[in-house]
Structures are given as C-alpha cells and as structure tokens.
C-alpha cells in the first residue's frame, strides 16, 4: 500500500507532496494517485521521526512505573521513532543478556526502535568496567554506554572506558554530579533552597566533572556524551572543549528548556529531578546554546515513577519526570515560538543529531527520497492542556501537568507502517 501525504510543509518550510512505499520515500510522482491511500497534511509541519538518546522505560524490575510496550507507546505519541533505553534496569543492562532482552521487547511492542544503552561499570557501582566489548557485540548492538542516575566519579575507570568505547567507536553518556559535592542535595543551590530549608546542588557540582572527562576524552581520542546539561557554566565548558576539537557532544532536557527553581517553592514531588531546575540564567544559556550549536541536541531523560514515589515529601521524593509526550511542545514553545530555531533545526536536534550520536542508521538524509519512512506530521497552530488522562505511557510524574503547551502531533510512520493516525496511538503488529 502506497500512502501519500499531500500538502505537508517539509521541515517547515517548502509545501510539498510526501510518499510511503515499502517502508521507504519514494518519489510522489511516481505513484499511482487513484490507489494510494491520502492524507491531507494541508498546513501541518512534517518532520522526520524523532530520536531520543535517553529515556528510562525501566523494564526489567520497574514495570510498576514503566515497561518497554507502555514506554514505546508513549514516545510514539510524543512522535518518537527511536528511543535509546538507559541501563539502570534491575538486573542492570551491563550482560548481553538484559541488553537483548530490552531489545526484544521493543521488537514485541512495535511502536519505535527501543536501542538499549549499555551499563559502563558493573551494576552502575562505579567500581569494575562492564564487557563494553560484549554488549556492542551482543544482539542488541550497544553503541551508547552509559551509567546513567550515577556518576562514573572514578577518573580512572572513565579513562578506562573512554579507551574502550574508542575502539568501539561507541560513546560514553556522563551522568555529571560529583557525589562528593552533591551529598543530600535536592534541589538547585541557591537562596531559594536556603529559604525553603533544603539541601542545594551547586552549579560546579556538574561543569567540573565535565571538565575532567573533556581532558580524559582528549587524550584517549574518544567521544564523550553529556546528560543532561543544566548550568551556564557547563554550557561554558562544553564551548571550550568543543573550540579543542575535542569530540564532546551534549544534550538538554526540555524542562530545563521551559522550568525554573521557582517551581519547587511548593514542595511538589513532581518538580523534584536530577540535575534539579536552574535559574533563569541557566535556562536563558541552555536555549542559547542549543540555538548555536554548542548543545547538540533535546533528550528527554524521560523518567516516569509511581504516584507513591513523588506524593511524598520534597526530600523524600523520587528524582525524575516523564517527557516523551510533551517534549516537542516545550521545544516548539521555548525555541521555534521565540525564533532560536526553526522547523529545520527542530530536525537537526530532535532526529538528526541524536541518531548519528547513537549511530543509528536511516536519520542522516531527513525526509529525502529513498530514506526510511520515519516521519511525523505536526500540527504546529494546535494548543492542548497536557491531562494525566491523557498521557500514554504508565506513570504521569510530569511538570507539565495542568500547563497549556502547543503543537500537536498528528501522525508518525515508523519504517512505514502506521503508529499514529489522527493523534491516537495505532497498536497491534511489529515494527
């Protein structure tokens, strides 16, 4: 069956026809016009399916917040095609073994690629290096290595796997806290904490390990990935390493995109995340530095919990927020609605960039003939309350809860088949 979507603005900008054959782009002239099933994208933005470099679908040992079938189904929604599944599974994704597992539940649910990332220490303890070998060799072929939720603090151990990852052309994901600097620490450090009597995060916490492993990076030829960046001052080491030639790339989570520390002053278990929200001044950087090139690219650090785990005291709370399907309205309402980004560069951060970083393969030619059929239109004039109801994966640990935000997604084809039709999640079949 041929689909054909009429009308679409590609990439927001040229209108143009867009054809789906065989799970490719075929040339739209080509098709038989009186056969082919229409979709009218009249006045929708069509962008290439969306790739997320972090998400927790926490399946093995979490399934009462998340599982691999309700995670996908989730990113599906939020127009996602490929996830990449951090390792801080129970048992830990550092065997073949888990890795393949996840991998095969992503296979069953069929919605998106699930590319599990594999753990860098053994058991994330930051003690022994995993077989990064074994699990890029496994069935899963692990490309991202990663001890996400736990700082590799060790410098040895990370110039350990940094070596390894090189000869693996594989990169490592720093989850940048150091542990000695973070002891108790809830919530952004500043006035504020002090005033609501909670232990604060200082902003060095974060930029001096990423500037440890930019050196350790440099002399072991290496690439290394940054989670989650959330300070100006990390922003500033980023640039400089980068202006090095050394090969470090970064990421930044939409709420660090949209939310402030303000948010905490209400003691809500929802706004509790690591790294924690920033100042202003901290959002400002991150826009501007995702604007320019310096950060590379939006991940979600999607990180959904049970309700018991955040209506509890701030303190006590879990860390994390789910983010799949609300990531590309922050990212609309923070960079394309003030004129940082537009259509084209939403593409490069949310699709293009976070799969070559992962070197996931059918992404590097967006929307062009004879790629992948991974293809998302949006609605870019729609506006929505985001209602826990109305979110699809298990949990609804989200910040966004209440808040209008724009866009819409209205329907993505992951290698040609069908996972969203008119904004409802389409199951059954594999992927």
């Known amino acids: 069956m041929t689909t054909l979507l009429t009308g679409a603005r590609v990439l927001g900008g040229e209108v143009r026809d867009l054809a789906i054959e065989g799970g490719a782009l075929v040339d739209p002239a080509t098709v038989d016009r009186d056969a082919a099933e229409t979709v009218d994208a009249s006045g929708l933005v069509a962008l290439p399916g969306l790739v997320d470099l972090h998400t927790h679908l926490r399946q093995p040992g979490g399934e009462q917040a998340e599982t691999v079938a309700t995670g996908v189904r989730a990113a599906a929604a939020g127009g996602y095609t490929c996830v990449f599944a951090m390792a801080n599974t129970s048992p830990v994704a550092d065997t073949p073994a888990v890795v393949e597992q996840v991998h095969r539940l992503g296979l069953e649910a069929g919605l998106a690629t699930v590319r599990p990332i594999g753990a860098v220490s053994v058991g994330l303890a930051g003690e022994r290096l995993a077989d990064l070998g074994m699990l890029a060799g496994s069935a899963a072929r692990v490309t991202v290595f990663s001890d996400d939720g736990h700082c590799v603090a060790d410098a040895e151990l990370m110039r350990r796997a940094l070596e ?104 809500d278990g929802r706004f509790k ?62 960079m394309v609605e003030t004129g940082l980004l537009d259509w084209a560069g939403v593409a490069r951060v949310m699709s293009t960039a976070p799969a070559a970083i992962g070197r996931e393969p059918g992404y590097d030619a967006p929307l062009a003939i004879g790629s992948p059929a991974h293809v998302v239109l949006v609605d870019p004039g729609a506006r929505a309350v985001v209602e826990a109801s109305s979110l699809k994966g298990r949990s609804a640990n989200s910040p966004f809860l209440g808040v209008e935000l724009p866009g819409r997604v209205l329907h993505v084809w992951h290698g040609g088949r069908r996972t969203v039709a008119d904004g409802e999640v389409v199951t059954g079949g594999a992927a």
């Open 273 to 334: 995340v690591n790294p924690p929200l920033r100042a202003d001044r901290d959002v400002q950087a991150l826009r501007e530095a995702l604007a320019d090139g310096t950060i590379d690219i939006v991940a979600t650090d999607h990180a959904p919990h049970a309700p018991e785990a955040k209506q509890t005291a701030f303190a006590d709370a879990a860390f994390g927020m789910v983010g799949l399907e609300t990531a590309l309205g922050v990212v609309q309402q923070s």
């Open 164 to 267: 390894h990852a090189a000869a693996l052309d594989a990169v490592i994901a720093q989850h940048a806290q150091d542990p000695a600097l973070t002891r108790g620490a809830v919530m952004h450090e500043s006035p504020l904490a002090a005033e609501l009597g909670l232990t604060g995060w200082p902003s060095a916490a974060e930029a001096s390990i990423v500037a440890r492993d930019a050196m350790l990076a440099e002399a072991a030829g290496a690439r290394l990935h940054v989670c989650h960046v959330s300070t100006v001052e990390t922003v500033e080491v980023v640039r400089q390493a980068k202006a090095r030639g050394i090969a470090i790339t970064a990421e930044v989570t939409p709420h660090h995109l949209l939310l402030t520390e303000e948010l905490v002053r209400g003691y």
